[in-house]
Nanobody, 123 residues
Framework: QVQLVESGGGLVQAGGSLRLSCAAS????????MGWFRQAPGKEREFVAR????????YYANSVKGRFTISRDNAKNTVYLQMNSLKPEDTAVYYC????????????????WGQGTQVTVSS
């Protein structure tokens, strides 16, 4: 059983930064691509960013490109999301997830999810 635990969320003013972490249990972390998603109240969960098994390849939603950076440390079984220049529209619960595909293109390719961490950006 894989467990993903997010941390690092909080309240920040517009223009500020936060760094989210997602710690994974198990010994096969480096064998899976990982992704970050978010869900705002009343909205569907949406893709934010993903990273390949080795960390050499990343992909971002247009809404966060240039502001957010996904990275991973396979020695620590952890994936990160550095969020800069935050906007009120970034307010959401942020989830990390493990992908069964090397280069996932659908939310349905993710099999394990964390419990989420709240990010609130005030204007």
């Amino acid at each position: 059983q894989v467990q993903l635990v997010e941390s690092g969320g909080g309240l920040v003013q517009a223009g500020g930064s936060l760094r989210l972490s997602c710690a994974a249990s198990g010994r096969t972390f480096s064998s899976y691509a990982m992704g970050w998603f978010r869900q705002a109240p009343g909205k569907e969960r949406e893709f934010v960013a993903r990273i390949s098994k080795s960390g050499s390849s990343t992909y971002y939603a247009n809404s966060v490109k240039g502001r957010f950076t996904i990275s991973r440390d396979n020695a620590k079984n952890t994936v990160y999301l550095q969020m800069n220049s935050l906007k009120p529209e970034d307010t959401a619960v942020y989830y990390c997830a493990r992908s069964v595909s090397s280069y996932p293109t659908s939310i349905y390719e993710y099999d394990y999810w964390g419990q989420g961490t709240q990010v609130t950006v005030s204007s």
